[in-house]
């Protein structure tokens, strides 16, 4: 089933109903002077219909009274905001889109954010490390001002280790249940399970594998949640052995795409839950002497950079990834000012985006 949606407005629906981006979104509601005002105006007015929260600014000393009309600035802060991020890992296609938002963001808020990671789980299926995470999570809560994580655990401990000293938390993709109270950030992901798996049973596959990534992470539950509903819809059986479970890595692709394609009625179709799955399903196809999408179509979900540069490009679910790094370092910068922040999940819309590596099945 999919998590309940925050009725809480993002800088993303503010940009969508203005009709500019979220960049420009943060700007205006900063007052940035390279923001005219003819734009400020109707973001703010967008932001107002929509209920999104607008601090107020202090104009500057000015000449002109329209020129103070015009260009108000923000009261400059006391001290230095500084946000700590955990990543489970950075080495991946994810990341760096995630870490992108975040940067704009801290450029934008004139924050400084440090980033780390816990390392890979022990298992490739597996719960990671809580000892490892708490053990940095509780290091970089002492010394910053908050904390995101990203893919990563939150244990009801760590959450309310933070909440005693007052350092608020973000989550994106939680690699677990998230403990209630949790602001948590994600995409559309059971929406976006249905989106994939109805894109291939349209184009006429019934066999449609998927290679998830751990079995805990709750991006994972809720794209197959999606693929079984898209199926189910479809009249379809699900079939457990066309599922795979792995982590979301190139190496789990290729460990999946070989379980998968050796069984004795392969998929025509398999649905990867990250594009770096994707990736490592698509080399063991080549490798295997397989024609994508001419004897099997391949769909991921990210739509990071590498997906429009393979051969041939790779057709997956678009999730917003930088307006996620974005709105999670806008999220927890809010809590530290003291500002609404939702606890129950916020989700970004995913979209699909159709290229070169899915087609009807083959007639055999």
């Not at 998230?178 to 992901?189: C, F, I, K, Q, R």
Request: hydrophobic share 40%.
């Amino acid at each position: 089933m999919p998590r309940p949606r925050s009725n809480a407005p993002t800088q993303a629906a503010v940009a969508a109903a203005a009709g500019v981006s979220v960049p420009t979104v943060s700007k205006a509601l900063r007052a940035d002077p390279t923001i005219s005002a003819r734009t400020r105006e109707r973001v703010l007015a967008a932001a107002r219909q929509l209920g999104y929260p607008i601090r107020a600014f202090s104009p500057p000393q000015s000449s002109s009274e329209s020129d103070a009309a015009d260009v108000p600035t923000s009261e400059v802060p006391d001290r230095q905001v500084h946000v700590a991020v955990l990543f489970e890992t950075v080495d991946n296609a994810y990341a760096p889109e995630v870490l992108n938002g975040m940067l704009a963001a801290a450029a934008e808020l004139e924050i400084i954010i440090h980033v780390d990671e816990i390392g890979a789980p022990t298992h490739p299926s597996g719960p990671r490390s809580p000892e490892r995470t708490m053990e940095l999570a509780a290091r970089a809560a002492s010394s910053a001002d908050g904390l995101i994580l990203a893919t990563t655990p939150c244990s009801a401990e760590l959450f309310q280790y933070c909440s005693a000293r007052s350092v608020p938390i973000v989550s994106i993709d939680p690699a677990c249940a998230p403990p209630e109270g949790l602001a948590a950030l994600s995409a559309t992901n059971w929406r976006g399970g249905v989106q994939a798996t109805r894109h291939l049973l349209e184009l006429g596959h019934r066999r449609i594998g998927a290679v998830s990534g751990p079995s805990t992470s709750v991006p994972s539950v809720e794209r197959l949640a999606g693929y079984r509903s898209a199926l189910a819809e479809a009249g379809v059986v699900f079939d457990p052995e066309l599922v795979v479970s792995g982590r979301y890595t190139y190496d789990a692709g290729l460990e999946g795409a070989a379980t998968l394609l050796g069984r004795p009625e392969p998929p025509t179709a398999i649905f990867a839950l990250s594009d770096s799955i994707a990736f490592g399903v698509m080399a063991y196809a080549h490798e295997q002497g397989l024609v994508i999408p001419d004897q099997l179509s391949l769909i991921g979900f990210d739509n990071t950079a590498p997906a429009r540069l393979v051969s041939p490009g790779l057709t997956v679910i678009h999730q917003p990834l930088r307006d996620m790094g974005r709105e999670a370092v806008e999220l927890v910068k809010r809590a530290i000012d003291g500002g609404y922040v939702p606890g129950r999940p916020v989700e970004l819309q995913t979209s699909l985006v159709q290229r070169g590596s899915t087609a009807p099945p083959a007639i055999r």
